[in-house]
């Protein structure tokens, strides 16, 4: 029972790093480099479980959330700082998700002027009048929609071999561009919202050192799932349209492109995908920016209090999902420039979070006994010596057009 | 008043003028009275203690006495930037509420934390953007207040255990204006002093009550027997007792003085004889006043447009928006701050002020004693009646003298 009790945390926070920003990166990840792009999927899973891991162990030791740390440790400018520059960065996230959504919608020729505005008004209603557990219970639902990928990524009848091959086996040159979209690609499994989600999360969840053990092993498992769905998800697009040379702009396009190789249903597959994926991740970004905003500034913020208690909480929440339905209503824009740039953004930003992350997890005085091992540091100081690498050769070659 | 964001970072001097470090923190005691105690010091070697006896002053460079003493963490002393700033502010039911942005410091008459700011402008001051801000505001005719929360609703004891808990229930915060603030403390002192002057020697007791300023002084006779309050008045400057024993009722009066000592209460009588003279006669009612929260450069253009060189003018009187008296400033300092300083920061909060009923004896003695040239007189409820200056009084002097 307690196992079930403290299922919740890993799951949705990794499984909603495959937003429908997300599902956009991975189609033109997949429909640029097909199964060269794989390579990058196993080290994505190894840091994924490890951050979110030292972050949900944080956030059950200290009580705190991420947020709370970094306000009472550095201060209330570098808090400042944090918050804009992942204020911008969600912000970009939401975007894309409820960008997705709408794309989605006219996927299914629904009317998108009048939905769009009305299932983000359900949305944020929703989240505001039902407390933590129903909300969660949502959260599954949309989870479990998730499945679809895979079925698309059976109907698209890969060469199976060589798409689990290329996990291990590098295939071909690595390029600068190689480089920037691998980079955004972990930016949008790896992200920094998901950090300070994951610690919101669990201390709203209320979870105690003893689900610590059960909590770790849950987030593990978030972490593998959330790669396996990933890997169905490129291997639908790369067994496709990279294979008859189709480079996709978004994950919209990539769902109508698969058409005449996979059938009508794994397009319909592909477009229920993206919906739901872009409902669990425009809300679960924007809840984060409100959580971390509520944590730097210390107003009251919980899925469980109402409106009037937590009224910055969900404010911030509802400013989020505003500008990002305005944003994606306007018709002419083009969603495809910033998504590569803003999940790169949110990839590049990761070593700050790292940073925090290793200084609070190993403080004795914060910790106690619960500080990271060997392992653990190797591989956060590792990952972040790698993505400031790669990052930065990545942004080089997207300036000077390599 | 100070604020611990515009002291933190000051460069500390040595008496010569020796550059020592920095200022980065204050140790304070944990009381109702939160004194603080000590000064953190980051030199290049490392950090020192210094205890507040050993600063000579704290305004522009914060510069020690010679031969300054350092020392260790007393028991009962705790950090301002470990356990009150950024810290998360929680009501009695550990409801979140805001957290401390800034901590704000009385310096007169000696280092004590009277609250802390929990506004955005506490925040604005971290970021040296506290002026620019009001400027901008200033253009749509709105100017951002500080948000303070007295010491008084703050529980000491948590402090310690690492929480900033409040009294009670909190909805929504009892604010407190900045101008305010320190009067305030004072009246909240007033309280502690009656419960604990019965610790101290009389002759410290009676120091005690001479520092306090009339308001104080008088509200406290009110408060402890008559008996008390004599004891403490037969140490008292007799001047100064007269002047407080004019303030209260004949009825209380008539209680006190019989237990006053034989000799104290000859002088002191003799002096009452004295204060036949109504000292509103030899008033004036041209006095300079501004608002706490009008700004330095605001009140020299007013003091500019508004005033000739026959109006007696040394001093300017600060109001609350009660007009009452608040605090008072002389024309030097006046001219030494920035246009966009408001009245409160820069004011002197204790303000040496004289009732209708003080003999002018007694209010020149005040003059002499404390190097003032003009004294507020001031009703019950603290407001100006007008002003006696040391021009007037001497020459009522002299004709008594002929």
Not at chain 2, 268 to 285: E, F, N, P, R
């Amino acid at each position: 029972m307690l196992a079930l009790a403290i299922i919740g945390p890993g799951i949705i926070t990794a499984v909603a790093d495959n937003d429908a920003a997300g599902i956009s990166t991975f189609s033109v990840a997949a429909s640029t480099f097909g199964y060269q792009m794989f390579i990058i999927l196993l080290p994505i899973m190894i840091v994924l479980a490890v951050t979110q891991e030292i972050g949900a162990r944080i956030a059950i030791v200290t009580e705190e959330g991420l947020g709370d740390l970094i306000r009472e440790h550095y201060g209330v400018r570098m808090a400042i700082l944090i918050y804009l520059l992942l204020f911008v960065v969600n912000l970009i996230v939401v975007i894309m998700d409820v960008a997705g959504l709408k794309a989605a919608l006219s996927l299914f020729h629904l009317n998108t002027t009048l939905f769009l505005p009305a299932i983000i008004a359900a949305l944020f209603l929703f989240v505001v009048l039902s407390n933590y557990t129903i909300i969660e219970r949502f959260f599954f639902v949309l989870v479990a929609f998730y499945i679809t990928y895979v079925a698309s990524a059976f109907l698209a009848k890969p060469d199976w071999v060589n798409a689990v091959t290329s996990l291990v086996i590098l295939r071909g040159q690595v390029s600068p561009h190689f480089l920037y979209v691998a980079i955004a690609l972990i930016g949008t499994t790896v992200t920094a919202w998901g950090q300070f989600f994951i610690h919101s999360y669990v201390r709203d969840k209320h979870l105690t050192l003893e689900h610590l053990k059960y909590t770790r092993l849950e987030v593990y498992f978030g972490a593998f799932v959330t790669v396996v769905l990933t890997f169905f998800a490129m291997v639908a697009v790369a067994a496709t349209l990279y294979t008859h040379n189709i480079h996709v702009e978004d994950a919209a396009v990539a769902a109508l492109a698969i058409q005449p190789f996979a059938g009508q249903f794994a397009t319909l597959l592909f477009g229920v995908g993206l919906l739901f994926a872009g409902i669990l991740g425009c809300v679960i970004v924007a809840l984060s920016t409100a959580y971390v905003f509520s944590e730097f500034f210390g107003y009251s913020g919980s899925l469980d209090e109402n409106f009037s208690k937590s009224k910055l909480f969900y404010t911030t929440l509802l400013v989020q999902l505003g500008i990002a339905t305005g944003v994606a209503m306007i018709p002419q824009i083009s969603l495809f420039a910033i998504t590569l740039a803003g999940n790169f953004i949110s990839g590049a930003m990761l070593p700050i979070i790292f940073y925090f992350l290793y200084k609070f997890a190993n403080n004795e005085a914060i910790m106690g006994t619960h500080t990271n091992n060997k392992f653990q540091n190797w591989l956060l100081v590792g990952s972040a010596v790698a993505i400031i690498f790669a990052s930065s050769l990545g942004l080089l070659g997207q300036i000077l057009g390599w | 008043m100070l604020y611990f964001a515009e002291l933190f970072g000051k460069r500390v001097t040595s008496a010569d003028g020796n550059a020592i470090g920095r200022l980065t923190d204050f140790a304070f005691l944990a009381t109702d009275q939160p004194l603080i105690t000590k000064l953190r010091v980051d030199t290049r070697v490392g950090h020192i203690l210094v205890p507040v006896s050993s600063m000579k002053s704290i305004n522009g460079v914060v510069v020690l006495t010679p031969g300054f003493e350092t020392s260790g963490v007393a028991e009962n002393e705790l950090s301002v930037r470990i356990h009150l700033l950024d810290q998360q502010i929680i009501d009695i039911k550990g409801n979140k509420v805001v957290r401390v942005n800034d901590v704000v410091i009385q310096d007169k008459p000696y280092l004590v934390i009277a609250g802390v700011d929990v506004g955005i402008l506490g925040i604005a001051r971290w970021l040296r953007l506290e002026q620019w801000l009001n400027r901008q505001l200033a253009r749509f005719g709105t100017t951002l207040r500080s948000d303070f929360l007295p010491w008084e609703h703050i529980q000491p004891l948590e402090l310690s255990r690492g929480k900033v808990q409040l009294k009670r229930e909190e909805k929504k915060l009892t604010k407190l204006a900045p101008e305010d603030l320190a009067d305030h403390l004072e009246r909240l002192s007033v309280k502690n002093l009656t419960r604990i002057i019965d610790l101290l020697p009389d002759e410290y007791e009676a120091e005690v009550v001479q520092n306090m300023n009339v308001t104080r002084q008088r509200a406290l006779l009110r408060n402890i027997k008559p008996e008390h309050a004599a004891a403490i008045l037969s140490h008292v400057d007799p001047d100064e007792a007269v002047d407080i024993l004019l303030t209260l009722s004949e009825h209380r009066r008539g209680l006190i003085t019989p237990f006053l000592k034989e000799e104290a209460k000859k002088r002191i009588d003799y002096l009452l004889s004295l204060s036949s003279t109504d000292i509103g006669s030899l008033a004036t009612t041209d006095f300079f006043a501004a608002d706490s929260e009008e700004t330095a450069g605001n009140v020299r253009k007013r003091l500019k447009r508004d005033t000739t060189l026959d109006t007696p003018l040394t001093y300017v009187y600060v109001l609350n928006r009660k007009k009452e008296l608040v605090g008072v400033c002389n024309l030097h300092e006046l001219l030494l701050q920035n246009n966009e300083v408001p009245m409160y920061k820069f004011m002197i909060p204790n303000v040496v002020a004289v009732y209708l009923t003080t003999p002018p004896e007694i209010a020149i003695k005040k003059m002499v004693k404390y190097k003032i040239y003009a004294l507020p007189i001031i009703n019950d409820k603290r407001e100006i009646l007008g002003v006696v200056t040391i021009d007037d009084l001497v020459e009522s002097m002299q004709e008594k003298l002929i």
